[in-house]
């Protein structure tokens, strides 16, 4: 009986940590909740000028062309192409940390080449998104789309949207730097060497977060 007792685990006798979480995974964690209050900060200063100003510009209008499409007018279509490409790799790095989990270093290795594949796609889309309303004359401090009741639009919106899919774009391109060196890190055994893919769950964790945050930007400025 006493012996039971003894050998009992006690968490906070140290040696353990309280959450039974490695530092590293735990450190991700607290970044996330850093970076999700930044991002919280834009979109709700967005909110707020949207939302007090009495007409804003239509996204329908202003998103509506599409790659090799000519003048055909397609209303979020080129824009629900990036959102399906980036949910698709969140699929692929579930599945890499999946195969992480089993140390099955060829299926780690495949998926996180498909989620890297999948970035750069995301990625170039965006860059061909800016580039034409980049033409179109919109930057920041320039709005050439007027209001939906036909008014003179302010550049609030050209400033918050370059900005903020501008400061997402910027995590989505480390998190594709990322995954290139946990690539070549899975290819030279790193991991198996090391008995654990823990570095595969943490730079997916941070791959998850880009993903959700790219569903309020979406539903914020392609949407609202």
Not at 15 to 33: A, D, I, R
Not at 138 to 158: K, L, Y
Not at 162 to 171: E, V
Not at 193 to 201: F, I, L, N, P, T
Request: with cysteine.
């Amino acid at each position: 009986m006493d012996t039971a007792v003894t050998a009992k685990k006690k968490w906070w006798a140290g040696g353990y940590s309280p959450f039974n979480v490695s530092y590293g995974k735990l450190m991700m964690w607290y970044f996330l909740m850093s970076d999700a209050f930044t991002f919280g900060a834009l979109l709700i200063a967005y909110g707020t000028i949207r939302f007090s100003s009495p007409s804003w510009p239509d996204p329908n209008e202003v998103f509506k062309s599409f790659p090799g499409m000519g003048h055909a007018e397609l209303p979020l279509m080129f824009v629900s192409l990036m959102t399906f490409i980036l949910i698709m790799s969140s699929v692929t790095m579930v599945l890499a940390v999946h195969a992480g989990h089993m140390r099955d270093r060829k299926a780690v290795a495949k998926w996180l080449l498909l989620t890297i594949i999948g970035g750069f796609a995301f990625l170039s889309c965006q860059a061909w998104e800016w580039t034409h309303l980049f033409h179109e004359g919109a930057w920041w401090g320039r709005n050439p789309f007027v209001n939906a009741d036909g008014t003179q639009a302010s550049t609030n919106f050209t400033n918050f949207f370059f900005t903020i899919t501008g400061f997402h774009g910027l995590h989505v391109t480390s998190g594709v730097i990322l995954n290139i060196v946990i690539l070549a890190n899975v290819l030279k055994g790193t991991y198996d060497q090391r008995g654990h893919y823990e570095m595969v769950e943490k730079v997916g964790l941070y791959w998850h977060f880009v993903d959700l945050v790219w569903v309020f930007v979406f539903t914020c400025f392609y949407l609202l």
